[in-house]
């Protein structure tokens, strides 16, 4: 995906749900707060946005979404790309995220205007998840060095209610990338 692209289902989001603010919850999220031309490939190969709506508490927006640009709509036939309508709990993000979301805003986002989960919290929930395309769009993100591995290792300390055994395979995971004793001094 493009931030073009991005920007286009920005658009078309807050035109079906009347609702300007937009959550941009998935691995797309990157595209508004990192450089298009600085992204490794696997930070940009998905062609759905996940989005989400502050206020939406039946979920009745993130379904219009699903129904009118989603996965096999026409707007998904036509354009190649599709938005996912999810909730804001859809992911498992750290204590502060809404702290951190970075404004994506211009005229080609109008009427709607996107809030991106900052990077290193993106990486964060998408190791939550776990699954192996999840921790390739991590790694890529740490290898390209626009993730600092300290940064997501205090985040993953930030993390509320997580299972004991993930938070060990998180912290597992990320440890690989930290330097170890023998580097420091």
């Not at 920005?10 to 595209?31: F, K, P």
């Not at 790694?139 to 626009?146: E, F």
Request: charge should be negative; glycine fraction near 8%.
């Amino acid at each position: 995906m493009r931030r073009a692209e991005l920007e286009h289902v920005l658009r078309a989001t807050a035109r079906i749900v009347e609702d300007r603010n937009v959550l941009i919850i998935g691995s797309q999220s990157v595209l508004g707060t990192i450089p298009e031309g600085d992204l490794p490939l696997e930070a940009t190969a998905s062609m759905e946005v996940d989005v989400a709506f502050f206020d939406d508490p039946d979920d009745q927006k993130s379904d219009q979404i699903d129904a009118f640009i989603g996965e096999f709509s026409p707007f998904h036939e036509t354009f190649g790309y599709y938005a996912q309508g999810v909730s804001v709990s859809t992911a498992v993000l750290p204590d502060g995220w809404r702290d951190r979301l970075v404004l994506v805003e211009s005229d080609n986002t109008q009427p709607g205007r996107g809030y991106a989960l900052e990077p290193h919290d993106c990486v964060v929930s998408k190791l939550v998840a776990g699954r192996e395309k999840d921790t390739k769009f991590a790694d890529a993100l740490l290898r390209a060095g626009l993730v600092r591995p300290d940064v997501v290792a205090e985040r993953i300390e930030l993390l509320a209610d997580v299972h004991p055994l993930v938070m060990k395979r998180l912290r597992d995971w990320i440890a690989a990338y930290q330097p170890g004793p023998e580097a420091v001094g």
